[in-house]
């Protein structure tokens, strides 16, 4: 059956360092696959997709890699700051499927 | 910026009556979805709809039907509320460009209690 995880629920990191958070997929063949950051009692808003021939995508801190190979994208946030604490979501879009399948996240803690 | 309006960000309802969260888009957006996130189980997709009239079902759409008479807006109903549909429920809408499809806009979120 199709699967999506993150690698843990939860990560804390010391502020300064690189968070580096894990989505590994089975049984897909993504199009795409994004990520999306979540704040307690919110919606989650988007912060990066990356199509299935792209290997690495940059915006500002943020870095994601995708290996379809290993099946499985890399998030890192470098510099990290007590402000980037929050829910981590990764989302996969299966080629044709027209609809986004979620991980279950991995909730970041970064310590001053 | 696009926004993504639900109708109420708390509601609490009884057992067996019917529920109706509502959700707005500003944006011309073709698609859009209904999820519900639970503690442990993530996002789920209950339904979603291409366009005007048109509905397709998600992973988790027992007990939930939804309707989409305009562009804008896309309802979804709980015909006989059960405790087990105590839970957030997130709408959300994007833009589909001849089959291209992209990121997410969320609104904030629907917390429905059913005691």
């Known amino acids: 059956s199709q699967k999506i995880e993150q690698n843990s629920e939860a990560l804390n990191i010391q502020e300064g360092k690189t968070a580096t958070l894990t989505c590994n997929y089975t049984n897909y063949s993504p199009a795409y696959l994004q990520w999306y950051r979540q704040d307690p009692g919110r919606g989650p808003v988007f912060l990066l997709l990356?199509?299935?021939?792209?290997k690495e995508k940059r915006k500002e801190r943020l870095k994601v890699t995708f290996d379809t190979t290993l099946k499985q994208s890399l998030f890192h946030i470098t510099a990290s700051q007590p402000a980037d604490s929050a829910t981590y979501l990764c989302a996969l879009d299966a080629t044709n499927a027209g609809k986004s399948t979620f991980g279950d996240g991995t909730t970041l803690t970064v310590k001053p | 910026d696009v926004k993504v309006t639900q109708s109420s960000r708390y509601l609490v309802k009884r057992t067996g009556e019917k529920v109706f969260l509502e959700c707005v888009q500003d944006m011309d957006h073709e698609n859009m979805f209904w999820y519900r996130q639970d503690p442990g189980l993530g996002l789920r997709l209950i339904y979603f709809?291409?366009?005007?009239?048109?509905?397709e079902k998600g992973d988790i759409p027992e007990g939930y039907s939804v309707s989409r008479e305009k562009k804008e807006r896309f309802s979804l109903i709980l015909e006989s509320a059960s405790t087990n549909q105590t839970s957030m429920y997130l709408c959300?809408?994007?833009?589909?460009?001849?089959?291209?499809?992209?990121?997410?806009?969320f609104g904030e979120g629907s917390r429905l209690t059913v005691l």
């Open positions: 959300a809408s994007r833009r589909s460009l001849a089959g291209i499809t992209g990121e997410l806009f």
């Open positions: 990356i199509r299935e021939n792209e």
């Open positions: 709809s291409y366009d005007v009239k048109m509905k």
